[in-house]
């Protein structure tokens, strides 16, 4: 699969299998259709203080994560565009 390395460094890192940093190196010479999202990801990891203290909107910004997983995977560039993480 085309974006396979992306989609794994997720994964990793929702699983805590990696940390921030290591995601943005993942990410960071990712494709040019794909850097809406690298941008994205600092806002991701930024929020990390958040998501410990809020369940709520740790469910709701991990959802999203998923999304972009799931859009990933079935190469949907076109819906990646607008996707916001935040």
């Known amino acids: 699969m085309k974006y396979d390395n992306f989609i794994n460094s997720l994964n990793d890192y929702l699983h805590g299998r990696i940390d921030g940093r290591l995601l943005l190196n993942a990410?960071?010479?990712?494709?040019?259709?794909?850097?809406p999202i690298y941008y994205q990801l600092f806002h991701l990891i930024g929020d990390e203080d958040i998501?410990?203290?809020?369940?709520?909107?740790?469910?709701?910004?991990?959802?999203?994560?998923?999304?972009?997983?799931?859009?990933?995977?079935?190469?949907?560039?076109?819906?990646?565009?607008?996707?916001?993480?935040?």
Do not use: H, M, T
């Open 27 to 35: 990410w960071q010479d990712c494709p040019e259709e794909l850097k």
């Open 51 to 86: 998501r410990k203290k809020d369940v709520d909107y740790k469910n709701f910004q991990l959802s999203l994560v998923n999304n972009v997983i799931g859009l990933l995977k079935a190469g949907d560039i076109e819906k990646l565009q607008g996707i916001s993480l935040i």
